[in-house]
């Protein structure tokens, strides 16, 4: 076992986080107050090399490994969670498209936008007003006519939606089949694709998520993603992947909260003393440090297993809930170490908290990664032979 990051890795994270130090974090509070994209930070990620990390060669990409990603999502998390979230979001939308396309619908559909001098952008259209957690409760049709597919429906909260030049659009092509019936297409902005209501929300301001409506969106048969059928079983691998990278943003966030607290606790005197020599800050450094390093062990092991090709589902969701509730809470407690300037915008705290909250929601909230961990937990727990003979409920123990 090396805990030591390759030297390509090495100078990846290095090279993002010099990235976030210069182009995102002096400037996140200022962005913030235009409450829009950060256009500008997101086109310098991409002429730095910093997304569409996990295309493929072949299309075109770098060809990157989830663990180099999630190096990525960190240093620019550390800078800041929307930001981060703007850049990152072509690897969910694009994701679907490496796990289930072929070569040849990966060069037409993601090659174009991954290789010109502008960044373009991706969306990943799952959620609608009446499925979010439950996806396969998606309303949004596809139907077949002749050798095209006509799709409506209406998605809300997609990321870089008024951005994006392509859809990754969860359609139902049998609604009766329920999550079955899911099949998921590549969507250009064409004729028919409208955006909706722009969502004002709490923090990660300089992200952007609207409504995308499609009315009677055509599309040809080949913008199918793997055959009728297979949306669900996508999402759900997509989603194993990328919540890593979720993770690994909160890491981010959960570092730059004990840093700015642990630099604040230095230089603040109160009673004649800095404040961090008192028990009841240094604990709470202490903490903040734990969680941060727990965050990131768990991060990139639920990265290794899926570059390895292992099924890392419980292990991502272990990463996601865990990294998100720590960030959390180290935004809760830099805000407090920070006392009034904590509350103050002028100040990081505030904004990481405003942040942070997002985390523990979007890509599966923070209770359906518990329902995917228990599941799994219990599942592996059948016939687990712990050595210990009893009797529970009159039954031997493994319960059968
Ligand atoms: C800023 C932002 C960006 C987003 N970006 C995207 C995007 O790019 N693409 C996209 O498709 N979606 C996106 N989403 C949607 C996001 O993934 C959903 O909001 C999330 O999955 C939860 O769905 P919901 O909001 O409908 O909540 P609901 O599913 O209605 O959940 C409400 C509450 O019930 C709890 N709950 C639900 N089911 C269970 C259960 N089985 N057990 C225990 N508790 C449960 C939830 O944890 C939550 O606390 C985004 C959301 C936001 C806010």
């Avoid at 998390?77 to 979230?85: H, V």
Wanted: aromatic share 8%; glycine share 8%; net charge neutral.
């Amino acid at each position: 076992m090396n805990f030591s990051l390759s030297e390509k890795d090495e100078k990846l994270f290095e090279r993002a986080k010099e990235f976030a130090k210069e182009h995102i974090t002096p400037k996140a509070i200022e962005l913030e107050k235009r409450n829009d994209f950060p256009k500008e930070v997101v086109q310098k990620a991409y002429e730095a090399g910093l997304m569409n990390l996990h295309i493929p060669k072949e299309a075109g990409g770098p060809g990157l490994s989830l663990f180099s990603e999630t190096l990525v999502s960190e240093a620019t998390g550390y800078g800041c969670a929307g930001i981060a979230t703007s850049i990152m979001c072509n690897n969910l939308a694009f994701a679907p498209l490496v796990i289930g396309a072929t070569i040849e619908q990966l060069k037409e559909y993601v090659e174009p936008l991954i290789t010109g001098k502008d960044a373009k952008f991706g969306a990943f259209c799952l959620t609608e007003r009446k499925a979010g957690s439950d996806a396969a409760g998606v309303a949004t049709r596809a139907v077949r006519d002749g050798d095209e597919y006509v799709i409506n429906g209406l998605k809300c909260f997609i990321t870089n939606g008024p951005q994006a030049s392509m859809f990754t659009v969860f359609a139902s092509t049998q609604p009766e089949l329920k999550h079955k019936g899911l099949s998921v297409f590549m969507v250009p902005k064409t004729k028919g694709v409208q955006m909706g209501h722009i969502e004002n929300k709490l923090g990660q301001l300089n992200s952007v998520q609207s409504e995308v409506i499609f009315e009677d969106v055509r599309v040809p048969k080949n913008a199918l993603v793997g055959k009728e059928g297979e949306g669900f079983k996508i999402a759900m691998m997509t989603l194993d992947k990328t919540r890593a990278g979720i993770a690994a943003i909160a890491t981010g966030v959960a570092q730059r909260s004990l840093d700015e607290a642990a630099k604040f606790a230095n230089i603040r005197h109160q009673f004649g003393q800095p404040i961090g020599r008192f028990q009841g800050i240094s604990f709470l450094l202490a903490d903040m440090g734990a969680r941060t390093a727990a965050s990131r062990h768990l991060t990139r092991y639920a990265a290794w297993l899926a570059d390895q090709g292992h099924d890392n589902s419980k292990d991502s969701a272990f990463a996601k809930f865990f990294a998100a509730d720590s960030a959390m809470q180290n935004a809760i407690d830099a805000v407090q170490i920070m006392g009034g300037y904590g509350y103050i915008s002028e100040y990081p705290a505030e904004k990481l908290m405003r942040d942070a909250k997002l985390l523990q929601i979007y890509e599966g909230t923070n209770q359906v990664q518990r329902v995917v961990a228990s599941g799994r937990i219990l599942k592996e727990s059948v016939n687990l032979d712990t050595g210990f003979k009893v009797k529970y409920d009159g039954q031997d123990a493994p319960i059968p």
